[in-house]
């Protein structure tokens, strides 16, 4: 009877009993169930009317499920941005732990996908940095466990995820350094290998960020390599094999940091994870079966406004309405006002630079590659960027190489604008001269050595060197060094001397060779003849003997002329009188009272200047009457004397100035008197006044007469 009323209610509610029957099903597994056909998983979420229910629950975590599944399977480098909208419109936070466990299987199936897989996780690392930081810990607990059962394939295969995530920065790369040395500790054939694998596929990178951390790697590797006792002949193969792509360059061996189509997130956006082997990990393996969600709806409703805000999909909608109207708008907008396009992305100049890179280094000598180089027309202004390439090229080889010191010269005697750009260069490359290596900065030191023998590049750019202790480091000094133990290979120390030390040119090297203070001098002396180039420095040493006696001789003048300006500028209204009567007894005489200073004073009467002279006496200082009386009689204007004549016409300056409101006139003449006595030269500018045809006047009318003594 029961049996009968069961089928009764069957009949009467097929689909609750489907329902209930597949919902029995699903319970079965701890994923979600058996198969079940997409539409009609599709029907069944349709009949369920209560959204809350555990059964549409269910249904949905199950399509969820399979649609992250088939997404992940089908990714590929050329899909991959069409398939990054269609995996953020499904609820990544809901299916994190879904997410990391289809990448993780795929990644292990297939590790040739390893990059597309690591590209798509820095995308969505940085909307959801905890499904970036989920995966670090899966995919590290894996390694660790398959490390220590043994698990090749799949220790491999954890290696070159990471290594993939620390290149797209998703992961720190403390997590790389821990690895390889994990494996080094103890090394074994296989641990090696995994580690070399590891090392290629993230080494660019570690290279990039921390090259010492890199070095270290390495010489635990050499160190193994070279004990041999742990490994057998093939990891030994490996190791060189390893050290082969170090020194060819990871990129140029096939091991790039990132490949050009999947670098999709900028170096900003990235949120990186620091994650240890020593950490506690937290996989949150319950992520990846169903759990009811007692807020499901409110959960999805969440996600869908984060959804619409990751891809826009409100702004589409908008703007796809009215496409229709701006569409005929633009149509209207006439011609004259589209004007040229200037590209601010800087696309342009990368893609010069790297035409420019290619050239140099595909040439087979400098004479094609400067013909490619023209033929290729570098823009106006940009005639700097060629010469930048030359010398980060010829930086980058192991040994100097003549062929980029022949094409910069080629370039520098071919247009202006090249040499000066290679100034430009020079310049900047000896303020940064610090951050070179020693071999980098060898290299530049030769190339700019020969630009300047061979005249390519104007010597001037030398003033930017002092060689001073304080002005130099030991980078400057090595690139100093180097520079002109080349130019006197070049030239010879004959001719290098005689270049140096041409007048025309002293302000270029007034910082090579120092003469502002003794130390300056003995410390450029002592550079100049530690790199065996004493020779450039003989000036200089016959000029620090003669130091001190320039010195001497220059504090003398000093303390003489500020003697000088004291006795001026307290006797200063001697020097002038307004008005006189003078005669042929009257006129100039010394006074002896200062004995540092001789001064020549005007009197107004004989008897004033025969008062004058006795308290002179015989104490030798006084001027020598002979010199006194022809001066005496030159200011009289005494024509009949020859000798005195002979003195005015001599002397007479032709410079003259009219005095305001008068006809007077000025002569200026200037004598020089020595008094032996005192070892004395004293040099007389005296104005006199004078008749406009330039004779002195009478001496019986008012005369307004200056003298000035100076010695």
């Known amino acids: ?207 990039e960020i921390s090259s010492s951390g890199l070095n270290f790697i390495f010489d635990r590797l050499r160190a193994i390599l070279h004990e041999g006792r742990d490994v057998d002949k093939r990891t030994q193969y490996v190791i060189e094999g390893l050290y082969a792509v170090r020194k060819t360059g990871f990129e140029a061996s096939g091991y790039p940091v990132i490949p050009e189509n999947l670098d999709l997130v900028e170096e900003e956006d990235q949120i990186t994870h620091e994650v240890s082997l020593e950490d506690e990990l937290d996989t949150n393996m319950g992520l990846d079966v169903f759990r009811e969600d007692d807020e499901f709806l409110k959960h999805e409703e969440e996600y869908k406004q984060m959804k619409a805000e990751i891809l826009g999909e409100d702004s589409d909608e908008d703007e796809s309405g009215e496409s229709g109207s701006s569409e005929e708008e633009e149509d209207e907008v006439p011609e004259q006002h589209a004007g040229p396009i200037h590209d601010e992305t800087g696309t342009d100049l990368v893609n010069l630079r790297r035409t420019i890179y290619l050239t140099i280094m595909s040439a087979l000598d400098f004479e094609e590659a400067g013909h490619k180089l023209l033929k290729m027309g570098i823009p106006e202004g940009q005639e700097i960027e060629l010469a930048t390439m030359i010398i980060e090229c010829c930086s980058q080889e192991k040994t100097f190489i003549k062929y980029y010191a022949l094409l910069g010269e080629r370039f520098c005697k071919l247009k202006k604008a090249y040499a000066d750009s290679f100034a430009d260069c020079f310049v900047e490359q000896y303020s940064m001269i610090h951050r070179l290596e020693t071999n980098k900065l060898r290299n530049v030191a030769k190339l700019f050595a020969h630009l300047l023998a061979s005249d390519a590049l104007p010597w001037a750019v030398l003033a930017v060197i002092q060689i001073t202790e304080e002005e130099t480091t030991s980078s400057s000094r090595i690139f100093i060094k180097i520079l002109f133990q080349e130019l006197s290979e070049i030239l010879g120390l004959r001719e290098l001397d005689s270049r140096l030390q041409d007048p025309t040119c002293a302000e270029w090297f007034a910082g090579l060779f120092p003469k502002d203070s003794a130390k300056n001098m003995r410390f450029a002396i002592n550079f100049f003849t530690s790199i065996g180039l004493g020779g450039l420095t003989d000036n200089m040493r016959e000029f620090l003997k003669k130091l001190p006696q320039i010195l001497a001789a220059q504090k003398k003048a000093e303390a003489s002329s500020s003697s000088y300006t004291t006795a001026s500028s307290s006797s200063g209204d001697e020097y002038t009188s307004s008005s006189g009567d003078y005669t042929s007894s009257s006129g100039y005489e010394t006074d002896s009272s200062s004995e540092s200073l001789k001064k020549v004073k005007m009197y107004d009467s004989a008897s004033d200047r025969d008062r004058d002279r006795q308290g002179i006496g015989n104490d030798g200082n006084r001027l020598q009457d002979g010199i006194v009386n022809t001066m005496m009689r030159l200011l009289l204007g005494d024509e009949n004397d020859d000798d005195e004549y002979y003195y005015y016409t001599t002397y007479v300056s032709k410079q003259r100035e009219t005095v305001a409101n008068t006809s007077t006139q000025w002569a200026q003449p200037s004598y020089l008197f020595q008094i032996p006595s005192r070892s004395l030269l004293l040099h007389v500018t005296v104005w006199i006044p004078t008749t406009p045809d330039h004779t002195p006047r009478s001496t019986t009318t008012q005369q307004e007469t200056k003298l000035r003594l100076l010695w």
């Open 1 to 207: 009877m029961d049996r009968k009323v069961d089928e009764g209610e069957q009949e009467a509610n097929p689909h609750a009993n489907g329902t209930r029957n597949m919902s029995s099903r699903m319970d079965r597994s701890r994923t979600g169930g058996a198969y079940i056909p997409p539409f009609k998983l599709a029907q069944m979420m349709s009949d369920v009317t209560d959204k809350e229910s555990v059964e549409f629950q269910r249904l949905t975590w199950d399509a969820l499920r399979k649609s992250i599944n088939g997404l992940v399977n089908k990714v590929n480098a050329s899909n991959i941005k069409h398939i990054l909208p269609e995996l953020f419109s499904e609820n990544l936070v809901r299916g994190r732990g879904l997410l990391c466990r289809a990448l993780m299987k795929s990644q292990v199936a297939s590790p040739g996908f390893t990059p597309v897989y690591a590209a798509l996780v820095s995308v969505v690392n940085t909307k959801f940095p905890e499904v970036g930081e989920l995966l670090l810990h899966r995919i590290i607990t894996a390694f660790k466990r398959s490390l220590r059962r043994k698990d090749k394939p799949i220790c491999l295969a954890s290696l070159k995820f990471i290594a993939h995530l620390v290149n797209q920065q998703v992961a720190h790369e403390v997590i790389a350094f821990e690895m390889a040395l994990l494996l080094l500790e103890k090394p074994s054939n296989d641990s090696v290998e995994m580690a070399s694998e590891f090392i290629k596929e993230c080494g660019a990178k570690l290279q």
